[in-house]
């Protein structure tokens, strides 16, 4: 009986070690919050997490990611409408922010963005929107 006993424990250790365990991939990083408050960055590799007392709460890519923007109306400066789309490459460098700064970073991201492209082409006349593709670009 005292073998078995042994044998359960050991199971038990591992089976609570094993749901302690985190693995991040290479490109990822993700924010452990320790009673709900921020406690620490995890990088790329293995880390232990102390499950009852602590939790990931935001896992994101480091790597840079593709978001594309709908098409919008937008009025140029001699009042023509016209309608824009983009693609915007991101990339997240601070994942605190992007966790605790805004509700919804997408949302965020996607808004400025058309907030911009709405800016950039109201700058422009109607012929200068169609031939002026690198200066909405720099100012995107």
């Given amino acids: 009986f005292g073998d078995v006993a042994i044998g359960a424990i050991g199971l ?7 749901t302690c365990l985190k693995v991040v991939t290479t490109g990822e990083e993700c924010l452990v ?3 709900g408050k921020y406690n ?6 293995y880390h232990l997490i102390f499950r009852p007392f602590e939790r990931v709460s935001f896992q994101e890519t480091t790597r840079e990611q593709v978001m594309d923007v709908p098409p919008q109306q ?25 966790r605790y ?4 970073m997408q949302e965020a991201v996607l808004n400025l963005c058309l907030t911009q492209l709405r800016e950039a082409i109201g700058k422009l006349t109607l012929d200068e929107s169609f031939s002026s593709r690198d200066r909405i670009n720099k100012a995107l």
């Fill in 101 to 104: 700064a805004v509700a919804d």
């Fill in 40 to 45: 620490r960055r995890l990088g790329a590799g």
């Fill in 33 to 35: 919050e320790r009673f």
């Fill in 12 to 18: 038990g250790c591992i089976g609570i070690g094993c």
């Fill in 74 to 98: 937008c009025y140029t400066l001699d009042n023509a409408p016209l309608k824009a789309d983009a693609v915007v490459y991101m990339r997240v460098f601070s994942l605190e922010s992007a």
